[in-house]
């Protein structure tokens, strides 16, 4: 069990001296007068938690506040995020430009970058939005493979640090908690080291309603190394993390707390973790901590030795900026880590090839053709796949594994864990210096997913490669064929799901992806072949999100909006009505985001805001039909698939559910009246 809480000392004067407990003691103050200035919040974790942050941030965090993007700095992951007044209070204490006290005690307020939970785009010393249980430590081990791969290609000299997560019991329950351990194990990530907030308490109540768990032996199975400490013993922490930086495994370090510690009635229980403690509770715990000052005010000597701490990483900066400028690689360095594609970076070679010689090849592949010139171009690429490589087709022949033995390898072999690969992902473009990529089936973009909100969330550049996008996917039946899939992830903000014709557009789609540094992209991908049919490649037409592939011939009546394959089956629905004197027009749709970023006279152009009496619209989609009423208007005709789809080829399927030329052209003919 832990200590109980100091009894305060007599005079007031010793009780404010600048020791560690005191500095522990302004965080966990900070903790509950914010919480009970906003009324919401969660004082019990960073109250519990108080003395090994304080351990970590004044003697072994790397870091400097004077420059939060220093490139080598250690990575701080607060994984459990709903503990965000740890980290603000300890940013805040050790000298970051924000937040300043004001914006604590603004605390979960609208326009604080104190918000809720961490928000990584809110304040510079948060690396990773966090909230979501299980993530944050799941994108650190993202963090992780980053650093020792980008010491592979720079060495010790530019690349030498460690991350460090603070989880609670609800991390390490999550299912994903297991992807990623096991990752990190199997990849022997030595410089990750969590520290487990390990006080058997969530907010049901004991962790012992509802897990039996043997935790250690389970980290110790997966090839991590487990020390305990007393959480609330600064000199056993410290132990504690020596022994975890000098083992050569991934750490798990078991800080046995106290939640809430300091708070006379409700510490240890859950009644500290998620609401404010109140006036008499706070006043208890301010006494039995010893801390005399007024909310919000912290002692000048603590805040002074808080600040030391905060300034002890500016020497090592510099000498590390010394050996920058020194560096016959900075150029590449520097720009690997702003996250700039090279200069000269260009596909055209490859387009040029493509409509020298049209290739009627699934989109899948056209992205494995169009990553060999990427990948040759940008050697900041890191593909994976979770164990799909060979279906998914993002590796190309030039891709060295990258592995425990060999960090330097650019291609992750994830195993089954998609929701362990894209938090990584999120992590390792959150790390900077590499652009991950990597690939599972479109179906399985639901157990990708909460990571793919979250990349989108926190604007990271992660390129998810989905393929057999559809029931073109033929045998495997129902199970793997996403019907809701598509729709799904375009109405996630700041994701942009591209899904590309033919080889042309699979080219620019994935320029696109490599160029947008604001947010992720989903490049929805055919099993199934499919003809070239753009004959140009001058522009950048994908960058629109839809444009008119063909023009109708006779007078215009219909506009089909097709994706991906289905772009295929428009264009000879297109045909079928020209014959029967029906003109119409065919919009490859790649991206609706980008074609809704699109100006209004663009958008009108393509799709005339006119009477469905002069132009019907049609959108042609292998998933469901909801939503396209977006473009097809209420009117106008919509085909796709609104069930489960079956295990049969491709090409039974396609005509089973009514995607064929043959079926699709007297439905719209039948709309126009002319059946
Ligand atoms: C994925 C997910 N599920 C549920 C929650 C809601 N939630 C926030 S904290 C918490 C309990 C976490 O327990 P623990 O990690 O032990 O934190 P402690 O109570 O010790 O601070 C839960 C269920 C969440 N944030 N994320
Ligand atoms: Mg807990």
Sequence with gaps: MSRAPARPAESPARIMAATPDMLANAIRALAMDAVEAANSGHPGMPMGMADAATVLFTRYLKFDPSDPHWADRDRFVLSAGHGSMLIYALLHLTGYARPTIEDIRNFRQLGSPCAGHPENFELEGIETTTGPLGQGFAAAVGMAIAERHLNAAFGDALVDHRTWVVAGDGCLMEGINHEAVGLAGHLRLGRLNVLWDDNRITIDGATSLSTSEDIPARYAASGWHVVRCDGQDQADVARALDEAIADPRPSLIACRTTIGYGAPTKAGTHGSHGSPLGAAEIAGAREALGWAAAPFVIPDDIAAEWARAGAHGKPVREAWQQRLAGHDRRAEFERRMAGRLPANFSLKAHLDALLAEPKAVATRKASEDVLAPI??????????????????????????????????????????????????????????????????????????????????????????????????????????????????????????????????????????????????????????????????????????????????????????????????????????????????????????????????????????????????????????????????????????????????PAKALYDHFGLTAAKITPRVLAAIGKA
């Excluded at 894209?422 to 959150?430: D, F, K, R, T, V």
């Excluded at 900077?432 to 990529?437: R, T």
């Excluded at 140009?536 to 097709?562: F, H, P, W």
Aim: proline share 5%; net charge negative.
């Design 375 to 648: 990948n040759a171009q940008l050697p900041e690429t890191l593909g994976g796949s979770a164990d799909l490589t060979g279906s998914n087709n993002t590796k190309t022949k030039d891709q060295a594994p990258l592995t425990r033995d060999d960090y330097s390898g650019r291609y992750i072999y994830y195993g089954i864990r998609e929701f362990g690969m894209s938090a990584a992902m999120n992590g390792l473009a959150l790390h900077g210096g590499v652009i991950p990529y990597g690939g599972t089936f479109l179906v399985f973009s639901d157990y990708a997913r909460p990571a793919i909100r979250l990349s989108a969330l926190q604007r990271a550049r992660v390129v998810y490669v989905m393929t057999h996008d559809s029931i073109g996917l033929g045998e495997d039946g129902p199970t793997h064929q996403p019907i809701e899939h598509l729709m799904a992830l375009r109405v996630i903000p700041n994701l942009d799901v591209l899904r590309p014709a033919d080889a042309i557009e699979t080219t620019e789609c994935w320029a696109l992806a490599l160029e947008r540094t604001e947010g992720p992209s989903l490049l929805a991908l055919t099993r199934q072949n499919l003809p070239q049919l753009r004959k140009d490649a001058g522009e950048n037409l994908s960058a629109k999100g839809a444009y008119r592939l063909r023009a109708a011939t006779a007078a215009r009546r219909v506009i089909l909006i097709a994706t991906g394959s289905e772009v295929e089956i428009a264009v000879a629905v297109a045909d079928a009505l020209e014959a029967a004197g029906v003109g119409a027009d065919v919009v490859s749709m790649p991206s609706w985001s980008r074609f809704d970023a699109q100006p209004q006279s663009y958008r009108d152009e393509l799709l005339p805001d006119v009477s469905p009496q002069d132009i019907l619209r049609v959108s042609i989609e292998a998933g469901t039909t909801m939503g396209w009423e977006r473009y097809t208007m209420a009117h106008g005709l919509r085909i796709g698939i609104d069930e489960y789809g079956a295990s049969a």
